[in-house]
């Protein structure tokens, strides 16, 4: 009876530890879903604070369509700025890519298959990771065209962008790469918590895990031999 209550006293520690493990392992995931939870609550406001404070206005919202979920901009900026260039080199996350990134444990089976468990594939000579030190999968381009009524290629393109705080705006983006946003910074409309950046030119290899997670508003960290780039990120709700 003794073996027997003892054998069973291990199962449940074993099941107790394998559970706290696996809470544990969701927490980076579970912190950047609540984040866009309060983002997409966010959304319910974004015409009424910006584009309904007269009939104009109001007519000027019904030309922006309203996101099912929400997007992510990789920026490059001055964070003062309202105005500027080079958004011919931000990218744009159709989707959230935290949970569809790889933990740097597993970055070797990754190497090998070159190809992620989400389906992205992975260029080990140019990688991007987020602050939980999740491995991303690259942004695609930023489209900053559109066409108008008659089909005709408009050479901008307007964006509804949040930071989720205070300042939620409109981003317009121009084919020649210049950018400017309606009200508030660059700053003021990106989401601290989630850090980005792009590692250029070394192994995925050398990052190390205990560099995670990244504080709000810090940069990333530095991986030896790699080239890195710190984006801002934020929020997309919608789009001209």
């Not at 008659?150 to 989720?164: A, E, H, Q, W």
Request: glycine share 8%.
């Amino acid at each position: 009876m003794l073996n027997f209550l003892y054998r069973q006293g291990i199962t449940l520690v074993l099941f107790c530890a394998a559970f706290l493990f696996r809470s544990c392992h969701s927490l980076a995931l579970l912190s950047r879903r609540n984040a866009l939870a309060t983002a997409a609550a966010t959304t319910a406001l974004t015409t009424g604070s910006i584009f309904t404070s007269d009939a104009a206005n109001a007519e000027e919202a019904t030309k922006f369509v309203r996101y099912p979920q929400i997007r992510f901009i990789a920026a490059l900026g001055d964070p003062n700025s309202s105005r500027g260039t080079g958004a011919d080199q931000w990218g744009l996350w159709r989707d959230d890519p935290g949970p569809r990134g790889v933990r740097l444990q597993n970055a070797d089976s990754l190497i090998e298959k070159g190809i992620a468990p989400a389906g992205w594939q992975f260029d080990p000579q140019d990688w991007w990771l987020e602050e939980h030190g999740l491995i991303m999968s690259q942004p695609g381009d930023l489209p900053r065209t559109k066409l108008d009524a008659n089909k005709k290629m408009v050479p901008s393109k307007r964006y509804v962008v949040t930071g989720d705080r205070e300042v939620t705006s409109v981003l317009t983006v121009f084919q020649n790469g210049e950018w400017s946003l309606g009200k508030g910074t660059l700053y003021d409309v990106t989401h601290l918590p989630c850090r980005s950046a792009r590692y250029t030119g070394c192994s995925v290899e050398n990052a190390n895990r205990k560099d995670f997670p990244v504080k709000p508003g810090a940069a990333m960290p530095a991986v030896a031999g790699c080239n890195k780039q710190d984006y801002a990120v934020l929020f997309v709700l919608g789009e001209e």
